[in-house]
């Protein structure tokens, strides 16, 4: 059997009058250390959007000889700290191979934007795909 992955190792502790205590932890035993590819689609680098383009679809590609656990897409706001999510997604797109989708369902208000993607294999590896730069009118 293969143990690498996400692992939970669950405790019960049984008192003498039969009171039962239980505990978990869950662990990434990884003995892979290669991380997945990711590649960011769209948005296109460089873009202008305006808030009428909302909804719209974030294309990703991802792979991973173990597997994608999930995808994340986040942005942050040029001038500002922080980085909020657009989506999370675990579901392949049936449209490509390796594409995953997001939806970025409202305009978070003009500005510039540096909008990318992370990709997550399953034995605990990420990587970051490229930044795009795109501007809200």
């Not at 405790?11 to 290669?34: C, K």
């Not at 590649?39 to 305006?50: A, V």
């Not at 656990?69 to 980085?83: A, M, N």
Request: hydrophobic content about 30%.
């Amino acid at each position: 059997d293969d143990f690498s992955g996400r692992q939970t190792l669950l405790v019960l502790a049984i008192t003498e009058n039969n009171l039962i205590g239980r505990a978990h932890r869950t662990f990434a035993i990884n003995p892979d250390n290669n991380p997945p590819s990711i590649t960011l689609h769209t948005p296109q680098n460089g873009k202008s959007f305006s808030p009428s383009d909302f909804p719209f679809a974030i294309k990703v590609t991802a792979q991973d000889e173990n597997g994608i656990e999930s995808i994340d897409v986040l942005y942050q706001k040029d001038g500002q700290s922080g980085t909020q999510r657009i989506g999370r997604t675990s579901t392949l797109s049936p449209i490509a191979p390796n594409r995953y989708e997001v939806t970025w369902d409202d305009s978070p208000g003009p500005g510039e934007y540096t909008v990318y993607a992370i990709a997550y294999d399953t034995t605990g590896n990420s990587t970051k795909s490229a930044r795009h730069t795109i501007t809200i009118e």
